[in-house]
């Protein structure tokens, strides 16, 4: 079992930036590939960003390609979501979750093991 708690949202203006966290415990965080996804009002849960349990290797959606930055510090059981140049539609809340995948596919909601119970961002413009 694998607890995980996003924390770092809030209110934004359009251009600005902000760091989503998301903390782990339970079962050894770097056995675990990991992702972030959000999900707007009255849309599905969709992919955001992908990180390897070494942190060697990461994509991302085509939306926030060049803007997004995922990163992980297994030493503090945490990944993190450099958000930067917000624009109004990447409001929703944000997830994070846990899995086992590597290589294609890892953008899939249902290969992930675990979520966290999500953080709210929201970008005014």
């Known amino acids: 079992q694998v607890q995980l708690v996003e924390s770092g949202g809030g209110l934004v203006q359009a251009g600005g930036s902000l760091r989503l966290s998301c903390a782990a415990s339970?079962?050894?965080?770097?056995?675990?590939?990991m992702g972030w996804f959000r999900q707007a009002p009255g849309k599905e849960r969709e992919f955001v960003a992908y990180?390897?349990?070494?942190?060697?290797?990461?994509y991302y959606a085509d939306s926030v390609k060049g803007r997004f930055t995922i990163s992980r510090d297994n030493a503090k059981n945490t990944m993190y979501l450099q958000m930067n140049s917000l624009k109004p539609e990447d409001t929703a809340v944000y997830y994070c979750?846990?899995?086992?995948?590597?290589?294609?596919?890892?953008?899939?909601?249902?290969?992930?093991?675990?979520w966290g119970q999500g953080t709210q961002v929201t970008v005014s413009s």
């Open positions: 979750g846990a899995t086992h995948c590597s290589g294609y596919g890892c953008h899939v909601v249902g290969v992930y093991n675990y």
């Open positions: 339970g079962r050894t965080f770097s056995y675990y590939a």
């Open positions: 990180i390897r349990w070494s942190g060697d290797s990461t």
